[in-house]
């Protein structure tokens, strides 16, 4: 067994640098499955060939047969490695890849409660401090009854000097972090506590790149998280966090009040970052409500992330009842956001955002679905002047105001028409509406505004028996562009059914639409498609596909072209 265990260790570190593999997750516990039970190598694939033939006054540009060829070979060990090989080739030309050395390769063994992280490995503390930042080097995660536990260290960023013949890549300096995370899990309450920390190394560049922004960094930060629940029915939930950030680690030292003065990392360049949220829920067996805060200062940022959002404040509200034994059900939520918390911005913007959903279940057969959505933007571009002067009696403009609307509406119906042991009948309708615009000043911008509506109607038959169906549908679109008004509509007519003990698939579509801008007709298009495919034995298929297309448009010729496709596929 020790032999065994020995060679499947080997075999794993020698093929992680051959393969493609980018990460390799395990229980410990199943390592004793791998051996002795199945076949340690498993081959799958496939292989398709397909030639296509175009005809027609529309396929300028086109080659009148082309062939496609496309295989691809998986090499599978313990169920841990793969080693895939692929090839295609066309009339145009040909290519092939092969199993490649990983730029990154991640181990993540587990026993139990215990999940280890080896490699190039992200892990997550809080969207307030370490939030999925790649690191090379080692972490573990503990999940002990009632308890959480983490840490980790490695490298967060490589030192990479300026290359003059590269200028787009920034150079950075080496960067080094460490963190760990600890919580207590209960059903009705929860706390959790995370720190990070991360400093880059002033030595690792031998020309510091002040030139461009760049300077060596450090930062401290950590969060405390809680969830309670007083009553069954109840809960409250925040978290803070902060974050304490050097811009630059040679900076000189200064004599700092608070928090910043009790960091050794801080100085003169240093600053603190502080973000704050708080949930309050009620779930009750038919209906919630829930209203939640969110404050971030502005510049708020960690070294454990790639991006934060900052410098803003939201209030969300949300509520949602079910009624009559849960036949209606609707869902509202409303939010309003602001920035530029400081009043420092030379804009500042507010945007409210507001969603509902009623779902209507009126009987077995019909059922209804209805969604509202808005979003408004609110910007106010301040004068260079107000921000110079500062003066409270200055006049602001209203034409310096901007809003930002948009909104749409959803409408869906399903009728179950007939429904018996030998024949299903539906009815579906569906209506979108949605609008766009830009107002200044309380005016509407001249061609700022888009309208779009789309509605369309289809009824399907089926024989259950057979599996034959058959469903016709008309569809209408009408769009305001630009003050141009589009109108486009038509009709399609489809089948499909399975043949000979359902080894052969067959079906096809015919369809019809015209387009007008401004009440003068544009184009009319016709459409016809038709697909086979035939399944002689498992896993083996044959396809025959055609498309037909014709174009009319007002003072030109027609357009038409052909495309029939001849393909087989295969997989193992």
Not at 115 to 121: A, K, L, P, R, Y
Not at 272 to 280: E, G, I, R, V
Not at 283 to 304: C, K, S, W
Request: glycine content about 8%; aromatic content about 12%; overall charge neutral.
């Amino acid at each position: 067994m020790i032999k065994r265990l020995a060679l499947f260790f080997t075999a794993l570190l020698v093929f992680s640098t051959i393969t493609t593999v980018r990460a390799q997750s395990f229980r410990i516990e199943d390592l004793k499955n791998l051996f002795g039970k199945g076949n340690p190598l498993k081959l799958t694939g496939g292989f398709s060939a397909n030639s296509v033939l175009n005809e027609g006054n529309e396929a300028m540009g086109r080659d009148p047969w082309a062939y496609y060829l496309n295989g691809n070979i998986n090499l599978n060990l313990f169920g841990q490695i793969n080693l895939p090989f692929s090839f295609s080739l066309t009339n145009s030309g040909g290519s092939y890849k092969l199993p490649s050395s990983p730029n990154r390769l991640s181990i993540h063994p587990s026993y139990k409660w215990i999940t280890g992280h080896i490699g190039d490995v992200s892990m997550t503390f809080s969207p307030y401090t370490l939030n999925g930042h790649i690191f090379t080097g080692a972490g573990v995660e503990l999940t002990p009854d009632g308890w959480e536990f983490a840490a980790l260290y490695g490298r967060f960023q490589k030192a990479v000097e300026y290359d003059d013949a590269r200028p787009a890549f920034l150079p950075t300096y080496k960067r080094m972090g460490y963190g760990f995370k600890v919580g207590r899990i209960k059903e009705k309450y929860q706390a959790v506590v995370n720190i990070f920390s991360a400093k880059d190394k002033v030595s690792s560049l031998p020309v510091p790149p002040d030139s461009l922004g760049i300077t060596p960094m450090e930062n401290l930060t950590g969060s405390i998280s809680f969830m309670y629940k007083p009553v069954k029915f109840i809960e409250i939930s925040g978290e803070y966090g902060l974050s304490l950030l050097t811009l630059d680690m040679r900076s000189p030292d200064d004599d700092r009040n608070g928090v910043l003065g009790l960091w050794p990392g801080g100085n003169m360049s240093s600053a603190t970052y502080h973000a704050f949220k708080a949930q309050l829920n009620y779930v009750g067996e038919n209906n919630r409500f829930g209203i939640g805060y969110e404050r971030i200062d502005p510049g708020y940022q960690t070294l454990g992330a790639y991006y934060f959002a900052d410098d803003l404040e939201n209030i969300t509200v949300n509520a949602y009842q079910s009624l009559w034994n849960k036949k209606l059900s609707i869902s509202l939520s409303v939010g309003y956001e602001h920035d530029d918390l400081e009043k420092s911005k030379a804009s500042a913007s507010s945007r409210v955002v507001g969603s509902a959903n009623i779902i209507a279940v009126f009987s077995e057969r019909v059922n209804a679905n209805l969604s509202y959505t808005n979003f408004q933007t609110y910007t106010n571009v301040r004068s260079n002047f107000e921000l110079i002067n500062q003066e409270n009696s200055l006049d602001r403009l209203d034409t310096l105001n901007f809003v930002q609307l948009s909104q749409s509406a959803n409408l869906g119906l399903n009728i179950v028409t007939k429904k018996d042991e030998t024949r299903e009948h539906n009815l579906n309708i569906t209506l979108s509406y949605q609008d766009a615009a830009n107002k200044q000043g309380g005016v509407y911008h001249p061609g700022s505004i888009t309208e779009m509506i789309n509605t369309g109607a289809s009824y399907s038959w089926t024989f259950l028996e057979s599996g034959l169906s058959l469903n016709g549908a008309v569809n209408l679109n009408n769009s305001k562009i630009l003050n141009g008004n589009t109108l486009t509509w038509g009709p399609t007519l489809g089948a499909s059914s399975p043949l000979f003990k359902k080894k052969v698939n067959l079906s096809g579509s015919l369809s019809y639409n015209t387009g007008s801008l401004e009440g003068i007709k544009q184009n009319e298009v016709f459409m016809c498609r038709i697909n086979s495919s035939y399944s002689p034995i498992q896993r083996h298929f044959i396809t025959l596909v055609y498309n037909f297309r014709r174009l009319s448009v007002p003072d030109r010729p027609a357009t038409n072209n052909s495309i029939l496709t001849v393909g087989y596929a295969m997989s193992f």
